[in-house]
């Protein structure tokens, strides 16, 4: 049996005494999309009937589609916890300004000097918290904007800025 075939098997196997608990490790390994997608929306049905639903995952798509409160384990200790929607709402915030000309980007890079200058694109990524947003629109009033957009970030980032992306720690 192919590594899909056995993953459904051992999805329907959990699924079919109707547990009030499911522990799920990886449960979307070598689904193809169309079977992770009615995976999910199984996940969803049991969650709506009062089931606990506890996975354990590396697959960032799906646990953010999944769960409704993520736990981060390091050395097997749990040492953070937050809510899909404090994640998703988190004060911290990322904004891509494309700039008209040279001038108002040096003018952004003065004022935000950790941001990052994509220079091909003649645009900013500028992270700040949701308290400097006054500021930021100043700075930028200041300066021909082609556009500004908050990009998301995803839980993927997230992960990686509370582990700092180092292996070894």
Known sequence: MSKGMKQKIGI??????????????????????????????????????????????????EVGKICDRIGMIRNGKLIQEVTVDELR???????????????????????????????????MIVSINDSEINRLISVLSKCRVNFLKEEKHTLEEYFMKFYGGNEND
């Not at 490790?25 to 969650?47: C, H, T, W, Y």
């Not at 009937?49 to 590396?58: E, N, Y």
């Not at 709402?89 to 990052?116: G, H, I, M, W």
């Open 12 to 61: 329907v196997a959990a699924f079919m005494h109707d547990p009030d608990i499911l522990l799920l490790d990886e449960p979307i390994s070598g689904l193809d999309p169309l079977m992770q997608n009615r995976f999910i929306e199984l996940v969803a049905q049991e969650k709506s009937k009062g089931k606990t639903v506890i996975l354990s995952s590396h697959i960032f798509d």
């Open 89 to 123: 709402n988190s004060q911290f915030k990322t904004y891509r300004v494309e700039l008209s000309d040279a001038e108002s980007a040096l003018f952004v890079k003065k004022a935000y000097p950790d941001a990052e200058y994509k220079e091909k694109q003649n645009q």
